[in-house]
């Protein structure tokens, strides 16, 4: 990635106006600020500084699931019918799937997600115990014909997931994954500047267990949850015996109900698709089992659109530190010779220390380009201009007071801020 963008030359500037179309704040603000782009309901395109936003988002998953010691590969989008007959769930997903027959009339399908290629996959490499226990992840598009695709990022009908699947010999092997799984999960959310809970949700296509999701509270959430705010204590309304304003049944506070939106959901398969798909092991005794799975998935664009929604202002959005698309937003205020030669040496010296920037160099007034800052809501703004002599204004995007300081104080005030 370019750790060095002049704003005048940047494809995907802003616009005066939200666009017509979008009835949700993280499309309507992602659009204005030139983030992305509307296909059609449900499908966008990621604009310049919308992709950095997304590979900050995956990067940060990355390096958990690599710290969990799974592989990273890549599995196919385009599949056909016959390995999902084997699980029942052609038919079972097929108002979700997008089904359809190629030239010579054979039935592909387009991968909703992909336990069944996975399940495929392992049972031709995988034989023994010793092989065992093996988790893999793959960050890929899926399709889904979702019915209601209107809430921007975070329902698409072509979105972006993180996909791990978990293959063990036992139940005991599974739980212990599942539940550093579960812990990493956190702290991905917490590090992407989300609280996020972790509550029971139905097991949904893949089991009759329950599953865990995480879910992020917001007005923008499709799901209902039913929450004590004493004890914390939450499940889906799908699953919950209990009302809100009924006992809470951990520390009998009085419950509530609130939305959620589930930007992750992680399931014990068990040997569903192992029993299908006759994925076995051969255990020490020789004797032969089938596979004990489970699959743990995560939306990276929904990510990015939960965090529209629950950080913004009437000004625009506030990106995390984690995940912001530039580390600063550098502010040209002068235009004399002597002026740019002064911020093109900040640059230079914001490049060393290792930061990353949007030069705003366009013929502007303060006003406009203050306001298109806002909107597009990197975490730090620097502004150098003729009036100040040779201390630059920083200011921190959701803090209201600006600093000012020289250049040196400036870049190492905004390089400890990020490392902290
Ligand atoms: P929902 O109930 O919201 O439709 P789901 O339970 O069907 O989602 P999963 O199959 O559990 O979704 O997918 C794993 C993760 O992928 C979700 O937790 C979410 O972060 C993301 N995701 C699922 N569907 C979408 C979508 N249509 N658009 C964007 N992200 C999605
Ligand atoms: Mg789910």
Known sequence: MKSFVRYSELFGKTFRQPPKDESSRNAQLLEQAGFISKLMAGVYTYLPLGLRVLNAVKDVIRREMDALGAQEFYMPALQPKEIWEKTGRWKD????????????????????????????????????????????????????????????????????????????ADEKDLDSFYNRVAASYLSIFSRLGLQALMIEAAGGSFTKRFSDEFQVISDAGEDRIIYCPSCHFAQNSEIAEQKAGGPCPKCHGSLSEKKGIEVGNIFKLGTKFSDSIGATFTASDGSTHPLIMASYGIGPGRLVGTIVEVSNDAQGIIWPKSVTPFQIHLVQLSKGLEEKKKTERLVHDCLNAGLTILLDDRVASAGVKFKDADMVGITARMVISTSNENQLEVKIRNESASKKMNASQAIEFVKNYYAE
């Open 93 to 168: 997903l097929s108002d979700i799937m997008y089904q359809f027959p190629d030239h010579s009339g054979r039935q592909v399908g387009l991968a909703a997600t992909h336990e069944e290629v996975i399940t495929h996959i392992v049972k031709q490499r995988i034989t023994s115990y010793k092989d065992l226990p093996l988790a893999l992840y793959q960050i890929q598009d899926k399709f889904r014909d979702e019915p209601r695709a209107k809430s921007g990022l975070i329902r698409g009908r072509e979105f972006s997931m993180k996909d791990l699947y978990s293959f063990h």
